[in-house]
């Protein structure tokens, strides 16, 4: 490419607090009637007081801890000063030079994208365009909300990049429990800025951003807001790319503004020119004090931790085995990842049990798992919605159908039957299992005899196979299969067919 792509991110993520960030209004907003979660507090009115949330303040700085920031022991809130007509106060109560966290990390592939800053602020209301109106709707029932805003410095590499590292970041929100992100109700946006420069005319700077070498002059950056699904983010911003890259070319100039999203059309549109931090004309918040935390108070909260989506995807790798492709599925949902490790551990107790070489096994059984987790279960879940918590079946049973399976005593369509039965009524697979009689036959000599049936009345594909067509052979076992109502070790067929034919 002959210009430099630079991207940097801003994602902002509703926490689930059960009050507003400064007042006691219930912050379940979802499905209410509009308007009806609102106060004097929230709604701006003169002589109001605001008194933080101490939840989000907390929940913010554990955030700030699992990204690897460094909390700042002093810190403050800010009015940010802009008028929009969902935003109640005609100001926002944010911070601006002492954020809650500062630096950090999120590592995408093996590699680290630095982060600039995480700060608390209050989320504004909602604008509605009824279609066919010349008029707007307003509700303020998110006003207030407790909004987490994470800033990445300008070092993420391309549109790919930019969407795994939404994924991620929203991993982390959902494994500490502090925000659902859903980007389709809005829970979590995320704004990209984009700048393309002529190589060898920047320098990056850890905490300046991208600087212009001496006597030199970038091309300005764009904003796209509020983008509200992963495929967005990567397709917006490789339009803008695109858009921009045209622009130079044919010697236009990069103009500073804030553009949208339309998903439809699939383009940027301009919004309006991208204000500057003077613009907002911050000053400390004179109704809050300044927030203060005492190495004690950030020892305690730090104990609240949890081990993050990166870190169990490779135990799950070192401890279990699993393939990376395997692992980075599983750990995606926290609950699955506990379901996983719930049933691995109970066929290491099975395994341990009969003096079996767990570390001889493991990587097996890991394999075995993952086709049945993913590939089996996950049919039903994605087809009803549903998460694993929200399930009949148990790790012990998930776990039982495994050794079912890997040990050979159901084949894989019985074991798919099996499996239906445990996700809508529940119960113990061997159970399930003798009541459908779908046990394999594993009798070499019952087996045998069917066999000499089979080869009996189908002499012409048993000389075909003498005569080199190996491929008849399938034929031949799925004949078997049939007659014995696929209860047979498809193994045992092929074996004794063989045996037969030579």
């Known amino acids: 490419?002959?210009?430099?792509?630079?991207?940097?991110?801003?994602?902002?993520?509703?926490?689930?607090?059960?009050?507003?960030?400064?007042?006691?209004?219930?912050?379940?907003?979802?499905?209410?009637?509009?308007?009806?979660?609102?106060?004097?507090?929230?709604?701006?009115?003169?002589?109001?007081?605001?008194?933080?949330?101490?939840?989000?303040?907390?929940?913010?700085?554990?955030?700030?801890?699992?990204?690897?920031?460094?909390i700042n022991t002093q810190s403050k809130f800010d009015r940010k000063n802009y008028f929009y007509p969902d935003l109640p106060k005609g100001y926002q109560i944010s911070q601006y030079d002492l954020p809650l966290v500062r630096g950090g990390q999120l590592e995408i592939a093996g590699r680290p994208i630095a982060i600039t800053r995480v700060h608390l602020e209050e989320d504004t209301g909602k604008l509605y365009h009824p279609a066919k109106s010349a008029s707007s709707l307003l509700d303020f029932n998110r006003a207030g909300t407790p909004l987490v805003e994470m800033v990445t410095e300008p070092v993420i590499a391309d549109a790919a990049e930019a969407k795994k590292f939404c994924q991620h970041y929203q991993q982390i929100l959902r494994y500490l429990d502090i925000s659902n992100a859903d980007m389709e109700k809005g829970e979590m946006r995320c704004e990209a800025n984009i700048s393309l420069q002529k190589p060898a005319t920047w320098d990056y700077r850890p905490q300046e951003g991208i600087v212009p070498k001496k006597g030199l002059r970038?091309?300005?950056?764009?904003?796209?807001?509020?983008?509200?699904?992963?495929?967005?983010?990567?397709?917006?911003?490789?339009?803008?790319?695109?858009?921009?890259?045209?622009?130079?070319?044919?010697?236009?100039?990069?103009?500073?503004?804030?553009?949208?999203?339309?998903?439809?059309?699939?383009?940027?549109?301009?919004?309006?020119?991208?204000?500057?931090?003077?613009?907002?004309?911050?000053?400390?918040?004179?109704?809050?004090?300044?927030?203060?935390?005492?190495?004690?108070?950030?020892?305690?909260?730090?104990?609240?931790?949890?081990?993050?989506?990166?870190?169990?995807?490779?135990?799950?790798?070192?401890?279990?085995?699993?393939?990376?492709?395997?692992?980075?599925?599983?750990?995606?949902?926290?609950?699955?990842?506990?379901?996983?490790?719930?049933?691995?551990?109970?066929?290491?107790?099975?395994i341990n049990s009969t003096g079996d070489n767990w570390e001889r096994q493991k990587k097996k059984l890991a394999k075995t798992m993952a086709n049945w987790l993913i590939s089996e279960l996950f049919k039903y879940l994605n087809k009803d919605k549903k998460s694993i918590r929200e399930i009949k079946i148990t790790p012990e049973n998930f776990a039982e159908l495994i050794l079912l399976i890997y040990q050979g005593k159901v084949n894989s369509t019985a074991g798919q039957q099996i499996l239906a039965v445990m996700y809508e009524q529940s119960g113990d697979p061997t159970d399930i299992m003798s009541d459908l009689g779908l046990e394999q036959i594993d009798d070499e000599a019952a087996l045998a005899a069917i066999i000499q049936d089979i080869l009996k009345k189908n002499e012409a594909q048993a000389d075909q196979y003498r005569a080199g067509k190996n491929n008849v052979l399938q034929y031949l076992i799925g004949q078997t299969m049939a007659a014995t109502k696929g209860k047979a070790n498809p193994k045992i067929i092929e074996k004794i067919l063989i045996k037969f034919l030579s």
């Open 1 to 70: 490419m002959k210009y430099d792509v630079i991207i940097g991110l801003e994602i902002h993520a509703e926490l689930k607090t059960k009050s507003k960030m400064f007042c006691a209004c219930d912050n379940q907003s979802e499905g209410r009637e509009p308007n009806s979660l609102v106060c004097p507090v929230c709604l701006g009115h003169p002589g109001t007081l605001p008194v933080p949330n101490r939840q989000a303040i907390e929940w913010t700085v554990l955030l700030g801890m699992a990204l690897g920031g460094e």
């Open 218 to 350: 970038l091309n300005a950056k764009v904003e796209i807001k509020n983008i509200n699904s992963f495929r967005a983010v990567e397709k917006a911003i490789n339009f803008e790319i695109k858009r921009q890259t045209d622009a130079l070319d044919s010697g236009e100039e990069i103009k500073p503004e804030t553009r949208g999203w339309n998903d439809s059309r699939g383009e940027t549109y301009r919004q309006r020119t991208k204000e500057t931090s003077a613009d907002y004309r911050y000053f400390p918040e004179p109704d809050i004090p300044p927030l203060v935390f005492t190495p004690e108070y950030l020892e305690k909260l730090r104990t609240k931790l949890i081990e993050l989506p990166l870190a169990k995807a490779r135990r799950f790798q070192e401890q279990y085995s699993f393939a990376p492709a395997d692992a980075e599925i599983i750990i995606a949902d926290r609950h699955l990842a506990d379901f996983t490790e719930n049933t691995m551990s109970e066929l290491r107790a099975w």
